[in-house]
């Protein structure tokens, strides 16, 4: 299977990207020196790109200037080492077009694009705005389904038809569903790519096809999610259904005791690599919802390295 799609590094992403948390300092303001070390930190442990700025990121809650300072720092940091993807679309199709090209002036390796949310646009609307973001850029575009949280889910034949635009690499899909991976994978072609958007589905859809995950739990668990999708590469079915079962608990611990990025982000402190708090309308967790996570947490072994 060819890495490239029309001559752009859309397989090159990796099969395993982090979305990375943002990391604060005590006054709350974006940390870029501590982004950086944990940039590193997460390829050396696993990962073989990051996510800056998408919704583990806290996008909504940083300014204009403070998501392009982290796509250059991010960037600097992790140089040809790994790839950076920036999150780079909101609900304004303009305003998306100008930040994903100063996300590529800034050096970033591709956009990660979430379907618009709030607006409630009809499919044809969600195809126009990747088409017009897409169009204004050189860079390969990962499309992001996430319907939980924009409240519009992106059909599989909208998937289809944008993914016939040259720069439009794959999409992370966090539907939850393996029928529309199927049939996403089938029909689009070998070169565009699926990830999972649920860190407890990257198995399944492996099965179906799916190419990896763009995964939060990585940001302290990225050699064992490889692991899990190099063994099932290798033909080593049971070792990676079990390494799934094994970390499932920690997956739904991350994204149930509340709202992600708050519980990766408490849990990332707590192990030691310091990366602040959350930016409100986000709150820390309560003694009872940290007790409860920490009690998951503490059954794993770490691998995000917290000396860098």
Not at 226 to 247: C, D, P, V, W
Not at 270 to 276: I, L, Q
Request: hydrophobic share 40%.
């Amino acid at each position: 299977m060819s890495d490239t799609r029309n001559g752009s590094q859309s397989g090159g992403f990796g099969r395993l990207i982090t979305a990375m948390v943002t990391p604060f300092d005590a006054a709350g303001e974006v940390d870029y020196k501590q982004a950086q070390r944990l940039a590193r930190a997460l390829l050396a442990s696993g990962s073989d790109g990051v996510v800056v700025c998408g919704t583990t990121g806290e996008a909504p809650t940083l300014s204009h200037d403070e998501k392009l300072g982290l796509f250059r720092a991010v960037k600097e940091a992790v140089g040809q080492d790994g790839h950076v993807l920036a999150g780079t679309s909101t609900y304004n199709t303009r305003e998306s077009v100008e930040t994903s090209r100063e996300a590529q002036r800034a050096g970033v390796d591709g956009l990660l694009l979430t379907v618009p949310y709030y607006n409630r646009p009809t499919q044809e609307g969600i195809y126009r705005h990747f088409e017009a973001i897409a169009a204004a850029v050189d860079i390969p575009c990962v499309m992001y389904n996430i319907p939980s949280r924009t409240g519009r889910n992106m059909e599989p034949e909208t998937v289809l038809r944008a993914a016939a635009i040259p720069n439009v690499a794959g999409i992370k899909e966090a539907s939850g569903s393996c029928d529309a991976v199927a049939r996403i994978v089938e029909d689009a072609g070998p070169e565009f790519r699926v990830w999972s958007g649920d860190d407890s589905m990257t198995l399944p859809f492996l099965s179906v096809g799916g190419y990896g995950v763009i995964c939060t739990c990585s940001n302290i668990i990225g050699r064992q999610m490889k692991s899990i999708i190099e063994a099932y590469l290798a033909g080593r079915n049971a070792e990676a259904a079990a390494t799934h079962r094994r970390l499932l608990p920690l997956m739904s611990a991350l994204m149930t005791v509340a709202a992600n990025p708050i519980p990766i982000k408490h849990a990332m402190n707590k192990v030691g690599f310091s990366v602040g708090g959350v930016r409100l309308p986000l709150w820390d967790l309560d003694e009872a919802a940290s007790a409860k996570l920490m009690a998951e947490v503490s059954r794993h072994k770490i691998d995000l390295l917290v000396s860098v």
